[in-house]
T-cell receptor, first 111, second 115 residues
Framework: AQRVTQPEKLLSVFKGAPVELKCNYS??????LFWYVQYSRQRLQLLLR??SRESIKGFTADLNKGETSFHLKKPFAQEEDSAMYYC?????????????FGDGTTLTVKP | DTGVSQDPRHKITKRGQNVTFRCDPI?????LYWYRQTLGQGPEFLTY????????KSRLLSDRFSAERPKGSFSTLEIQRTEQGDSAMYLC?????????????FGPGTRLTVT
C-alpha cells in the first residue's frame, strides 16, 4: 500500500531561519514525489516535483530512496512562506497524476 | 480560462438527500481527478477520468457515489442518500496527458455539510 507521512502537523520558525518539512513515503515501485502548498484562502498548488530538480521560491527537496524520504528545505524562511504544505506521491504511466497525499504541515514563519 | 472551477462552493444538505457537484477543468486538459479532504487530513483520491473514460474508482467510494464526465469536458460527482460522514471538502483537479499529468491544477473545492 502506498502511504505518505508528514510527522509534523505544525512547524514554527523565525524569519531568516532554516526550515525543513519532513516527508516519508512507502510505495512498491518508483514513484514521483511532489510538494504542494496552500496559502491562506487560496487553492492547492504544485510547489515542486522531485524529477525537475528545481528550486522554487528558494525551496528544494531531495529524494532519498534509501530512507524513502523527500524533505522540503529552505535555508532562510520568509514570512510569506507561511502556509500549509502537503507532500504527495504519484504512480507513473497510466497512474500518473493519481496522487496520495500526506496530512500536511502548517508552517508559520514569525517576524 | 481562469483555471479549474467548481460549483457550488458550499452546500448544506440534510441527511438522506442527494447532492451533485460540478467541476469545469482547464479546457485543454484530458485528465480530471476528484479528491475528498476532511479536516486535518490531506486530500484523498476518489476517482479520475481520461477524457470521458473513468479509469479508476477508489475503494473509499461507496455505491452511493457516482461520477461522470460525459463529453470529456466538465464532470459531475453525485452523492446519493448523504450521510454525516460525507461532510468534507470535495476537490477537483485537472491535468494534461503524459508527463503533463504530474502537474495537477486544483479547483477551489466544494465544501459539503450534511446535517
Amino acid at each position: 500500500a502506498q502511504r505518505v507521512t508528514q510527522p509534523e502537523k505544525l512547524l514554527s520558525v523565525f524569519k531568516g531561519a532554516p526550515v525543513e518539512l519532513k516527508c516519508n513515503y512507502s510505495y512498491s515501485g518508483s514513484p514521483e514525489l511532489f510538494w504542494y502548498v496552500q496559502y491562506s484562502r487560496q487553492r492547492l498548488q504544485l510547489l515542486l516535483r522531485h524529477i525537475s530538480r528545481e528550486s522554487i521560491k528558494g525551496f528544494t527537496a531531495d529524494l532519498n530512496k534509501g530512507e524513502t524520504s523527500f524533505h522540503l528545505k529552505k535555508p532562510f524562511a520568509q514570512e510569506e512562506d507561511s502556509a500549509m504544505y502537503y507532500c504527495a506521491l504519484s504512480g507513473r504511466g497510466t497512474n500518473a497524476g493519481k496522487s496520495t497525499f500526506g496530512d500536511g504541515t502548517t508552517l508559520t514563519v514569525k517576524p | 480560462d481562469t483555471g479549474v472551477s467548481q460549483d457550488p462552493r458550499h452546500k448544506i444538505t440534510k441527511r438522506g438527500q442527494n447532492v451533485t457537484f460540478r467541476c469545469d477543468p482547464i479546457s485543454e486538459h484530458n485528465r480530471l481527478y476528484w479528491y475528498r479532504q476532511t479536516l486535518g487530513q490531506g486530500p484523498e483520491f476518489l476517482t479520475y477520468f481520461q477524457n470521458e473514460a473513468q479509469l479508476e474508482k477508489s475503494r473509499l467510494l461507496s455505491d452511493r457515489f457516482s461520477a461522470e464526465r460525459p463529453k470529456g469536458s466538465f464532470s459531475t460527482l453525485e452523492i446519493q442518500r448523504t450521510e454525516q460522514g460525507d461532510s468534507a471538502m470535495y476537490l477537483c483537479a485537472s491535468s494534461r496527458l503524459g508527463t503533463g499529468a504530474y502537474e495537477q491544477y486544483f479547483g477551489p473545492g466544494t465544501r459539503l455539510t450534511v446535517t
